[in-house]
């Protein structure tokens, strides 16, 4: 009877201990998440409460001295630049793992590891993409040609490595414990695959789209709605340019056809709306210090942890603060005592596509010219939680991956297309970082440029010297005029991209007369540059309001261009919300609360701010305004793209009684007219019902900016409704959930005055004070004092670290 | 008295060990202070159950009092618990059930190899 007690309780216990370590089902261990002494209790202490004065980092050839300020910005003072990109490695993953890791695993589609069977597809999609085979490539490219970056890299690498080996189990962030996953190694591999992922994030392409209206439209009214050049285009390279070299000859081959499939298969996911950038740089002659100042905001989605992390990196050599990518080395959008530089997305269609004719089922070889080419299989093993190996096979042609076959979703099984992307070309993205940090003035810039490929961007620049410059980067296939706009066929060899611009041929200027450069998305040039440029995605209203706030200040101060960057003004209202009031008339519909908000609209001042009502009432009024001119395309029942606003907004303008706005569909004839008083019925009926469920329909409230975390499901990690104004096509980009990732305004001089700030904070742990600290100061338009630290400088440091 | 020694020791177990080791190299230690004791089954598994579910508790409050980190709240919500202060209480539960058992059992093992008393004559 005790042998049976003792045995019973003691098997008891154990079963408990075992039960509440296993997970059980999606709901993870609970003993250890729970257990006060590793699981998230531990999660709850910030940085500064377990500061270390000391810690031991082999491998460094000389103590390294680590600097916090009160906002937990780390300032890194290294002998040498090897050591200084391993601290930078050992301190970002220390405050960032979780996040590095998590982007990492999806650029490398191995989500499916840590969520299961639901990520799957996703998975295939960024396989079937290329990203792993891009960095690949990349790492080759790095063996081959520049060692001296790959041991930058490396030592990174081994930076991050030593924090996840120290890494004790309570500090271990706490998504790691709720989805039950342990960090692995870094490579250098993850740190190239992150620049890749970069460039799936800015890239999109609407080659099927334009295939699709090409069929539909005919090419005459195609060109009517997308027009190459919109009338009053601001480039952002000044109209006024003189391109003042010999551009290399290229014509359209004389009787090449375009395929002429209908494809109702659905397109790749696109950069989601309001992904942008603003960056400007003013003379010395138009500030009222005679100082250059240039500003940069990247606007990206808006995620906790935040994409940047705040960073100073000092060598003997030379000390840059800014902005980092957590993974990538170095600073991406910052300035050091010579130069300051910034970044805005340059896309240019860089992605195109040859649908491929194979000889037989077997797909060993495809038609090219008169030959037969052998393709490559690259089989993608992608392991499912809780599940068997999945097994892909993706066919290589030397245009690139097949993306879609009958392997994925073929919904029809005769065409395959491959993917022409400058992202699979070996590439050195790292380079034009590590070179730019360390830049002493526009010639280093430009030699720094020359290295970057993928995703293209406006790269402004300005000096201490007084230079300012911007200059258009990427690496850009040489196209006869609408090759790649649409579907290719891979096997007339004369559709194939045949060289690139050289790099001096790329748009550029350097301290125009104008006294200002800038950029926000728009066409990068004028008709007069010699080659062939285009995109879906140029953008039109930021361009309009910051250049005509440029063209018209004088004495400009950092605080002038702190307002730029908060800017609230609604330039496509301002555009279009005349001319809607106009055709509305006196025959405003009846409803509840119509007099109101027809009132709301006449009086506003067309700027968003975060207490207005009538950004909200304009908001909805021009989306069902939109959407009733556009919705007898979704009939087409094939992936087509409408035409932008401000085609929309010159259509409405110009010919309000055209063909364009009739719905054949219906027995009366459509006019802009009936339109906009149909659209404003169902404006009032939608914001009563707003109004209704919600209350208070202010800007702020009704945009919802929200910060989310990159697993969306843990909401609370999540900052919703966030006060702030501004919107999309707005220069202070903030949306729902896209807006300015980092703001930085500096001014260059005998030393730069720097301010910046990011709507997150610099610690990666929902739990620490540092998480989401700076988002407030964001929210209200200010900035942190950005200037650089001497390594003295201890005034208002948090706590100070030495690696050694 | 024994009780409240058992339960105290506990306790500091958990709080100065616990932060290096597994929850169940603390659930091995408190069954052999427990054999040690040899205090009777329910006895120990009160005593057990109180030293480490308290201890636990106690460090959840200590560490919410000292950090003000609104963590806890977080977590409950992602878990589909009410509030922090309930994951609090079922960090207690769970650090009692461990505590509790474990020390049971070591009162039950050394009751198993107590000797019958064999010098008895039983006629």
């Known amino acids: 009877m005790k042998y049976f007690s003792f045995l019973f309780v003691l098997g008891i216990t154990i079963a408990l201990a075992i039960y509440i370590s296993r997970p059980i089902g999606p709901i993870p261990p609970i003993a250890p998440l729970l257990d006060p002494n590793h699981g998230f209790w531990q999660n709850m202490i910030s940085e500064d409460e377990k500061a270390e004065s000391e810690i031991s980092l082999p491998g460094l050839s000389a103590p390294v001295q680590v600097n916090y300020d009160e906002h937990l910005i780390p300032h890194i003072f290294a002998q040498n630049a090897k050591d200084l990109y391993q601290a930078q490695g050992y301190i970002t993953a220390k405050h960032r793992l979780w996040q590095m890791e998590f982007q990492t695993r999806a650029a490398a589609g191995r989500l499916s590891e840590i969520v299961g069977e639901i990520a799957l597809d996703l998975d295939r999609i960024t396989r079937r993409k290329g990203l792993g085979y891009g960095a690949e490539l990349g790492l080759d490219y790095l063996k081959a040609n520049d060692q001296e970056t ?30 039950n996953y342990r960090p692995e190694e870094w490579t250098p591999y993850k740190t190239l695959l992150l620049l890749k992922y970069m460039s799936d994030m800015l890239v999109g392409d609407r080659d099927l789209e334009y295939t699709n209206l090409r069929k539909i ?179 290589y042609t030397h245009y690139g991956p097949i993306v879609y076959d009958r392997n994925f979703r073929g919904d029809r099984q005769d065409v395959n297309f491959a993917l022409k992307w400058t992202v699979h070309m070996g590439s050195n993205e790292q380079k034009t970082f590590l070179s730019l940090n360390k830049a002493k003035n526009h010639q280093d810039y430009n030699q720094a440029l020359d290295h970057f490929t993928a995703p293209a961007q406006n790269f402004v620049f300005a000096s201490n ?33 045949q060289q690139f611009i050289p790099n001096n041929q790329n748009p550029s200027t350097l301290n125009p007369e104008r006294g200002f450069v800038s950029s926000a998305n728009q066409r990068p040039v004028n008709s007069t540059y010699p080659y062939y440029v285009f995109d879906n995605s140029y953008e039109h209203y930021r361009n309009h309001r910051i250049n005509g706030r440029l063209r018209e200040m004088d004495q400009i101060t950092v605080e002038d261009m702190k307002e730029l960057q908060f800017d609230d003004y609604y330039q496509q209202a301002s555009e279009i919300l005349p001319t809607m009031l106009k055709l509305l008339g006196d025959q405003v519909p009846e409803g509840k609360n119509s007099q109101t908000f027809l009132k709301q609209l006449q009086n506003w001042d067309y700027y968003a701010e975060p207490n207005q009502k009538a950004p909200t009432v304009y908001h909805i009024w021009w989306d069902k305004l939109y959407n009733l001119i556009w919705e007898k395309w979704d009939e087409f029942g094939v992936a087509v793209v409408k035409p932008n606003s401000y085609r929309t907004i010159q259509l409405l303008i110009q010919e309000p009684e055209g063909e364009i706005f009739d719905n054949k569909s219906t027995s009366e004839k459509e006019t802009a007219t009936t339109l906009v008083r149909k659209s404003f019925e169902l404006m009032v009926e939608e914001l009563n019902e707003y109004i209704l469920k919600e209350g208070d329909y202010a800007w702020a409230n009704f945009k919802n900016t929200t910060i989310q975390h990159l697993v969306p499901q843990f909401n609370s990690f999540s900052k919703s409704h966030v006060y702030t104004g501004g919107g999309s096509g707005i220069v202070n980009a903030t949306s729902g959930r896209n807006g300015a990732s980092w703001r930085m305004i500096v001014e260059l001089g005998d030393s730069p005055n720097a301010h910046g700030v990011y709507p997150g904070g610099q610690s990666g742990n929902p739990g620490s004070k540092y998480y989401a600290d700076l988002l407030p100061i964001w929210a209200e338009g200010d900035y942190l004092n950005f200037d650089l630290r001497a390594p003295e400088n201890l005034e208002g440091i948090l706590f100070q670290t030495t690696l050694k | 008295m024994k009780f409240i020694s058992l339960t105290i020791l506990i306790a500091l177990i958990v709080v100065f060990v616990n932060p290096f080791f597994p929850y169940w190299i603390v659930m091995i230690l408190i069954g052999i202070l427990s ?36 963590l806890p709240d977080q977590m409950a919500e992602i878990m589909g618990a009410s509030s922090g202060v309930f994951l609090s209480a079922i960090t207690g539960l769970i650090g009692f059930l461990l505590g509790a058992f474990s020390a049971y059992s070591g009162s039950l093992f050394r009751r198993m190899l107590k000797k019958r008393p064999d010098n008895i004559y039983r006629g």
């Open chain 1, 150 to 179: 790959l041991e930058y890299i490396e030592s990174y690498s081994k930076g991050v490595n030593q924090y996840i080996h120290e890494l004790s189990p309570g500090e271990l962030p706490v998504e790691y414990k709720i989805l």
């Open chain 1, 217 to 395: 439209l005919g090419a005459e009214m195609l060109d009517k709605l997308y027009p190459d050049f919109s009338e009053e285009s601001d480039p952002v390279i000044e109209k006024e340019k003189v391109w003042d070299f010999e551009p290399i000859p290229i014509e359209k081959p004389e009787g090449v056809a375009y395929p002429n499939d209908s494809l109702v298969f659905e397109p790749l996911p696109q950069p989601a709306e309001g992904i942008g950038s603003n960056n400007w740089a003013v003379s010395g002659t138009k500030t009222k210090n005679g100082r250059p100042i240039l500003a940069n905001d990247p606007h990206l989605s808006l995620n906790l942890p935040s994409l940047w992390y705040a960073l100073q990196l000092t060598t003997p050599e030379f000390s840059v603060k800014g902005a980092s990518l957590p993974g990538a080395l170095g600073i991406i959008s910052g300035f050091n005592e010579n130069v300051a530089w910034g970044v805005t997305n340059a896309t240019k269609d860089a992605r195109d596509w040859y649908k491929i004719t194979f000889r037989d089922g077997s797909r060993n070889a495809y038609k090219y010219g008169d030959e037969w080419r052998k393709t490559t299989f690259r089989i993608e093993e992608i392991k499912v939680k809780g599940k068997e190996d999945f097994l892909d096979t993706v066919v």
């Open chain 1, 465 to 497: 010297s007084g230079d300012i410059a911007m200059r258009i980067q990427g690496k850009f296939a040489l196209k006869w005029p609408e090759q790649g706009k649409f579907f290719m066929d891979g096997s007339d060899p004369r559709m194939e991209w």
């Open chain 2, 35 to 70: 054999v040690a004791f040899g205090l009777k089954g329910f006895v120990s598994f009160l005593a057990g159950g109180l030293g480490m579910g308290l201890a636990w508790v106690g460090q959840t409050v200590y560490l919410s009092f000292m950090t003000g980190s609104s």
